[in-house]
């Protein structure tokens, strides 16, 4: 008798976005890491874990619609540029493991913002079948992010 190990592969979204907003007004906003619901009613709410804020190390908790949260941690920051985060997803979220990756560049006078997030569905093999409705469910999500994030910078006044 042998037994198997069957892997759940990792799953990748990618969304971008041409914004109109400069880069470093969206930065701001960024890198006010534990501070992302404020200008994105796309989660709940959000906070700060521990003391540091900004740079590799800071955390934050997500409090996600309709339900569940997310301890993040900044694993990569390239100040103005670029954000990693490993996200721990709490029991109640649809995945074992997730990262992301922001990233921000000057286009023309506004910015080209790349979102990408890779995770492992929960569920063995049921997570092969829900995957691509994740997929779908969090690729909204994420360009919905992108839009609230551009509209927030351009009514800060500083987005050009």
Not at 66 to 71: A, I, K, N, Q
Not at 80 to 108: C, W, Y
């Amino acid at each position: 008798m042998s037994i198997g190990v069957v892997l759940m592969p990792e799953r990748h979204i990618r969304v971008q976005r041409r914004m109109s907003a400069s880069t470093g007004s969206l930065w701001a906003l960024y890198a006010d890491f534990p501070h992302l619901a404020s200008h994105w009613n796309g989660v709940r709410s959000t906070r700060a874990l521990g003391n540091q804020t900004s740079g590799v190390g800071a955390r934050r908790r997500v409090d996600l619609k309709p339900m569940g949260s997310m301890d993040e941690t900044v694993t990569l920051w390239e100040e103005g540029r670029r954000i990693d985060t490993q996200n721990q997803p709490s029991a109640s979220v649809p995945f074992k493991q997730a990262a992301s990756t922001l990233t921000l560049e000057p286009d023309g006078g506004g910015t080209l913002a790349t979102f990408d997030y890779r995770y492992v569905p929960r569920g063995g093999p049921v997570g092969r079948f829900t995957g691509p409705l994740i997929d779908r469910m969090l690729t909204a999500t994420f360009i919905d992010m992108l839009a609230a994030t551009e509209r927030a910078a351009l009514a800060a006044g500083n987005g050009r």
